[in-house]
């Protein structure tokens, strides 16, 4: 959920390869001329989170603690443009022939090194026919990461503090709407209450009747209206 210009800043020391977490204290600035390194969007920007270890299995982290974790070919950084460019263009374009069953650019002279595309319109059609339709850019994936933390119910303060926001109120305000599995789950809370509150009272006000034994019927004193 890091923003691309810190995602982009990332070096192979700030990766934990034992526990996922990953320490976020830069972002690459660019100020019209040149790219600099500088500090993250806002101060709870400086902040350490958890990936999945699947995910730290995948990197490259057999190399000086000072390199890129994320570089071009050239050992340069991977900026916005870069990223725009050469990754999430040729994503989308592939996003629009596999809705199209247009497997050109799923074969070896494309370049292309994933799964078969029968396979992934197996898997995923729905999504891709989904996604084809949205307007969709990098900052999708960071709006993903935080939409689906909220919709599976992760605390509002957690996902704020993953996401660099400056306060809780920036992350209800712009992903609310998302969490709703926590307003479920307060309702749950009321709801197993009530039954509990109510049985309590009622044993108080309508006490369970007592049942004699055969013997004991003759002792029961009468009481007339």
Avoid: C
């Avoid at 592939?94 to 078969?116: I, N, V």
Wanted: net charge positive; aromatic share 8%.
């Amino acid at each position: 959920m890091a923003r691309p210009s810190e995602v982009g800043a990332l070096l192979v020391r700030d990766i934990d390869p034992e526990t996922g977490a990953v320490r976020i204290n830069k972002a690459w600035k660019d100020d019209g001329t040149r790219l600099r390194l500088g500090k993250p969007k806002s101060k709870r920007g400086i902040r350490t989170v958890n990936v999945p270890l699947e995910t730290v299995a995948r990197l490259d982290l057999a190399r000086p603690g000072d390199a890129l974790l994320f570089h071009t070919r050239n050992d340069t950084p991977v900026t916005a443009y870069h990223f725009y460019k050469n990754a999430w263009q040729p994503a989308l374009r592939r996003l629009g022939a596999l809705s199209r069953r247009d497997f050109t650019l799923f074969t070896k002279k494309a370049l292309w090194r994933g799964e078969d595309p029968e396979l992934l319109l197996a898997y995923y059609g729905g999504a891709v026919n989904t996604l084809v339709g949205k307007r969709l850019s990098p900052y999708t994936l960071r709006h993903t990461g935080i939409s689906w933390k909220l919709q599976d119910g992760v605390p509002l303060f957690v996902v704020s503090r993953d996401a660099g926001h400056e306060s809780v109120t920036t992350t209800d305000r712009r992903y609310g709407h998302n969490d709703r599995v926590a307003s479920a789950s307060a309702a749950q809370v009321i709801a197993s209450r009530l039954p509990r509150e109510h049985a309590h009272r009622r044993r108080l006000r309508f006490p369970s009747p007592r049942t004699y034994a055969p013997s004991e019927i003759h002792s029961i004193p009468f009481r007339s209206p």
